[in-house]
């Protein structure tokens, strides 16, 4: 009854919002606030000419390359400055600087350095995430029970299944948070990256039409980016994070 009740609610919520931009949209009557009608029709179009799932999908490659390569690094980093305090105490003052570095700055640095690649994009949009990553997975790290790593020493576990069966399960609840906060900070570096730097993807679209000053364009890419970003926080991210959260309790 509260599933359904919630679900009447977003629905109503979603009703309100077209109605409200359909209304500012006749008061406005101008191409820079088209109606939703109106974006819907480019969408449609931009589905059925192939555009927009192409672009969708070059961004979600450079997303999901960066988010594998953001996550792999900084959960060892992170693991390593958990739990050795020498490590942490010389590293913590990088990690600090490397945190306060605007993304912008860094996407360009690559793209200075490596030049306008794909190589290039995608370690600025690793790069900006690590950070992040290495400080959720670090807290993670220095609260693991120190009863469970006695006991994997006395049954001689070794390293590997330490690592394995004690350490990353209880972590697992850190890594999943590191996980979703980084998928939101990573969607919106790509397009950054791909606005500067790169000749397709969504970010690309946008300056694009932004330079056509086609709003509605603008808007139908924009419904249909986040419709993506959203399907995959419904069946992926929500999913891993009730896990994350039955495993702590």
Not at 42 to 67: K, N, Q, W
């Amino acid at each position: 009854m509260a599933t359904r009740s919630s679900v009447l609610i977003q629905t109503l919520s979603l009703v309100a919002l077209l109605a409200l931009w359909q209304l500012a949209a006749m008061l406005a009557d101008s191409r820079v606030l088209p109606p939703p009608l109106a974006v819907l029709e480019v969408l449609i179009a931009g589905f059925e000419d192939g555009e927009v799932p192409y672009h969708i999908g070059i961004t979600l490659a450079r997303v999901a390359a960066s988010f594998v390569l953001a996550m792999a690094i900084g959960v060892a980093v992170g693991i390593v400055m958990g739990r050795s305090k020498g490590v942490d105490r010389f590293f913590d003052g990088w990690l600090v600087l490397f945190l306060n570095v605007p993304a912008l700055v860094t996407i360009i640095l690559c793209y200075v350095w490596f030049g306008l690649v794909e190589a290039a994009a995608i370690a600025a949009v690793a790069i900006n995430k690590i950070p992040n990553v290495i400080v959720t997975v670090r807290e993670g790290a220095r609260s693991l029970n120190p009863d469970y790593q006695e006991m994997a020493q006395s049954f001689q576990l070794g390293r590997a299944k330490t690592l394995r069966h004690v350490v990353l399960p209880q972590l697992f609840p850190f890594i999943a948070a590191a996980a979703r906060s980084g998928l939101a900070l990573i969607w919106k570096i790509v397009l950054v990256v791909e606005l500067l730097g790169r000749s397709n993807g969504v970010g690309f679209q946008l300056y694009t039409f932004f330079q056509l000053f086609d709003v509605t364009s603008i808007f139908a890419y924009t419904l249909a980016f986040v419709a993506v970003v959203q399907m995959i926080e419904l069946a992926v991210l929500q999913p891993l994070e009730a896990k994350a959260n039955r495993w702590r309790r």
